[in-house]
């Protein structure tokens, strides 16, 4: 794994951001965030050149590094602001965690699978990203840390979990891909002041399976 950020990589983030901006990502801080994080840092030194391509690139456990379009897209939802609290549920590389933390959010962040997990937790210090990481069942939230300003969930779920409402703060956003195993629609909640709820749905995206209580059971 290649630790070194030039300019070639440098020149390469650049011309990613012109595509998702392109593509319609509006927001400059989470266009700014992705021209910092080093992308290439997450991937094996064989398959290098597909760091910046606007793809999803499979990782270990079967699960897969998003497709940069995809971070961007769910991390504009959320609207961030500095010292927001927030929880990440599918740590996977640890590469959106790294995006938050650009952000200025202080990350919570659970990974179903133990091996993952423990490579994040680390790897990601090596690159000067501290997140708190935690192995677990992620549609159970990390009630312990409750409430939170904002909620991501990063694999596809069949129903909205609501252990994860339930720890998300008045006012806050949650945004999750709910669907069938295939194919999800990107969905956004904003928890009103008086337990009211606002639904908003986007486009279609096709993530991995969320797993765990309030996921999906079978393998």
């Not at 391509?53 to 379009?69: L, N, R, V």
């Not at 490579?119 to 990390?142: A, E, H, S």
Request: positive net charge; contains cysteine; charged residues 25%.
């Amino acid at each position: 794994m290649i630790l070194e950020d030039n300019y070639r990589y440098k020149g390469m983030r650049k011309s990613l951001v012109k595509q998702l901006r392109d593509k319609g990502i509006k927001t400059e801080q989470v266009l700014e965030a992705i021209q910092k994080v080093p992308r290439h840092f997450f991937f094996d030194d064989t398959f290098l050149e597909y760091a910046y391509e606007d793809k999803a690139f499979p990782i270990e456990e079967g699960q897969t590094i998003s497709q940069p379009y995809t971070v961007a897209f769910q991390t504009e939802l959320l609207a961030i602001q500095k010292n927001d609290k927030v929880l990440e549920v599918g740590t996977g590389s640890g590469y959106q965690s790294c995006i938050l933390l650009e952000l200025g959010a202080k990350v919570f962040t659970v990974e179903y699978q133990k091996k993952l997990y423990q490579r994040v937790k680390d790897f990601l210090p090596t690159i000067n990203y501290y997140p708190r990481i935690f192995w677990g069942d992620g549609t159970k939230g990390l009630p312990q840390f409750m409430p939170y300003n904002k909620i991501i969930v990063t694999a596809g779920a069949p129903a909205i979990p609501p252990s994860l409402i339930h720890q998300l703060k008045e006012g806050g956003i949650l945004v999750i891909p709910v669907g069938s195993k295939q194919n999800q629609i990107m969905i956004r909640i904003t928890k009103k002041y008086d337990n009211q709820f606002k639904k908003e749905n986007f486009h279609t995206f096709s993530f991995v399976p969320l797993r765990g209580e309030e996921g999906w059971h079978d393998q």
